[in-house]
């Protein structure tokens, strides 16, 4: 057995890779390349949403038209996209690699809610151990086998919880690959196991399921597991910290395109996660046990005792609070805040203070790259007070 299968520390749901991801990527960043607003949506083939769901582009520009004669720039809207899934309960939710760990944590969250759950999982005894966490008398629970990197499992997966559950109203894209490998001495392998795991899926799952969301109309949504990595590229992991700065990148872009839409997006950036689901339930984790059970005498033991880190459980509603309020980033560990501000502060003042400054023609010709009016948005949306980021009820 391998090291990433027998290290519970580690994420799994890491099938092997194809040389198709190489052509996908190329095709994702040519695609991102062209397209203005609605860009996703087009290369999906699904340009009348991005006709019908993107604001008008008609009146006056927000910014100049910009280089190439492209059209003018539609309106900015005045509020930050109302919440498409305030209401959980009766709701489909389907968590990728959520039979241990996080996505677990996200999984029972769902469920508590009210939410019909579908968990993704690759390992059966995994699932075994799993299940019983579920609450006996909460709405079904839906294990779907899925290689996350397989673009047609994507849509056989949807075809199975529409079969079940006729709709599919949230997607977490929580499978990830954990590697420590640095961008200095990185194989191969290590950049195709991580972009397909940590990127391509996301955008696999988009491809396979905005469509049927925007179909149904009842609201969706889409949350994205990257990390603090994904902000704060602090340890020595070059390949994480750059698939996971990616996906949060993905998800922003994805907010442009749909905040006219009944289709919402969250980056949930978690810092440490007690990834047993286990703790605190008077039992011992199953799995774990038969799994410490196989290790050798000799091998590294985890540390016994209380840990630190953060429950799943807490993990997951701390999510579930983000998707109600349609949080664009959703982060749970504020010890993180200075670092990533530090990095932030990096960026602005390395900005040069130019005399003369920019002419008035560049800057209207670079206008549709100047702002992006989510984050304004967001900072107004956050500063609203809530009683407890936990709750999963508005």
């Known amino acids: 057995m391998s090291k990433k299968e027998s290290d519970p520390s580690l994420l799994t749901d890491v099938p092997p890779v194809l040389d198709r ?74 968590v990728t690699a959520s039979s241990d760990g996080i996505g677990l944590g996200i999984a029972r969250a769902a469920s508590n809610a009210g939410m019909k759950v579908c968990i993704g999982y690759r390992n059966e005894e995994r699932l075994k151990a799993a299940l019983p966490l579920f609450k006996a008398g909460n709405a079904g629970v839906l294990p779907v086998k899925h290689d996350v990197t397989d673009r047609d499992g994507w849509a056989k997966a949807l075809e199975q919880i ?8 949230l997607v977490v894209n929580n499978a990830g690959f954990k590697t420590f490998a640095r961008v200095s001495q990185a194989s191969a392998e290590d950049w195709d196991n991580g972009v397909a795991v940590n990127f391509t899926a996301t955008y696999n799952s988009v491809a396979a399921c905005l469509p049927h969301m925007l179909e149904h109309g009842e609201g969706g949504h889409f949350v994205v597991t990257s990390s603090m990595s994904g902000l704060l590229p602090g340890s020595i992991a070059g390949v994480y910290t750059a698939t996971k700065i990616a996906v949060v990148g993905l998800i ?6 749909l905040e ?20 605190g339930s008077g039992e011992e984790n199953p799995y774990r046990k038969a799994q410490a059970a196989r290790r050798p005498p000799n091998a590294p033991r985890f540390p016994s005792g209380p840990s630190p880190l953060m429950d799943a459980l807490e993990a997951g509603e701390r999510v579930m609070n983000g998707v109600i309020h349609n949080d664009l980033f959703i982060v749970t560990h504020p010890e993180y805040m200075p670092g990533t501000k530090q990095r932030f502060d990096a960026m602005l003042v390395s900005e040069p203070v130019e005399d003369p400054p ?37």
Not at 163 to 169: C, E, N, R, V, W
Request: charged residues 20%; proline residues 9%; aromatic residues 8%.
């Open 21 to 94: 991801f190489a052509a996908e990527r190329r095709r994702f960043l040519a695609e991102g390349a062209v397209y203005g607003a609605g860009g996703i949506l087009a290369g999906l083939g699904l340009s009348r949403y991005a006709v019908a769901q993107v604001p008008s582009q008609s009146g006056p520009p927000a910014g100049g038209g910009g280089f190439g004669g492209r059209p003018p720039l539609p309106p900015e809207p005045k509020v930050s996209q109302p919440a498409p899934l305030r209401n959980l309960k009766g709701k489909v939710a389907y």
């Open 162 to 169: 529409k079969s079940q559950f006729g709709k599919l109203h």
């Open 252 to 257: 922003e872009a994805l907010r442009v395109e």
């Open 260 to 279: 006219g839409t009944t289709v919402g997006t969250s980056a949930f950036v978690p810092g440490g996660v007690n990834t047993d689901n286990y703790v």
């Open 358 to 394: 920019p002419s008035e023609a560049r800057v209207k010709g670079e206008a549709r790259v100047l702002h992006a009016g989510i984050y304004p948005r967001e900072i107004v949306h956050r500063k609203k007070k809530r009683k407890s980021f936990r709750t999963m009820a508005v």
